[in-house]
């Protein structure tokens, strides 16, 4: 009867062991692009999108008590360049041009 108990005991602690484990990566897709577009307009907008990374550009997407890594197409990217390209892109479908800048 010990044995039973303690057997039961050490696979409880291994299930709540292994819930509370969360992976060093996430596999991520592109967007789908929306099909709805925005009135056509001539006026101008400035949209800035702004690395607060600055001073640590090895910053993470979560580099928390368990960093993780985003992964697309098969490599770790970068968050903001990531999001700045989709950005883009989703705007582009809309109908809106957008000029990038660098600085």
Same mark, same amino acid.
């Given at each position: ?5 303690? @057997?039961?005991?050490?696979?409880? @602690? ?20 929306? @099909? ?68």
């Amino acid at each position: 009867m010990t044995l039973t108990k303690n @057997t039961a005991l050490i696979i409880g @602690t291994l299930l709540l062991t292994l819930q509370g484990c969360a992976p060093s990566s996430y596999s991520i897709k592109a967007p789908a692009l929306s @099909t709805n577009a925005f009135e056509t307009t001539t006026d101008e907008t400035t949209l800035v999108i702004s690395d607060a990374r600055v001073l640590d550009k090895s910053a993470k997407f979560s580099a928390g008590t368990l960093g993780a890594d985003l992964i697309f197409q098969g490599k770790v990217i970068d968050e903001i360049a990531y999001l700045t390209k989709f950005s883009i892109k989703e705007l582009n479908a809309r109908g809106i041009v957008i000029i990038t800048q660098q600085r």
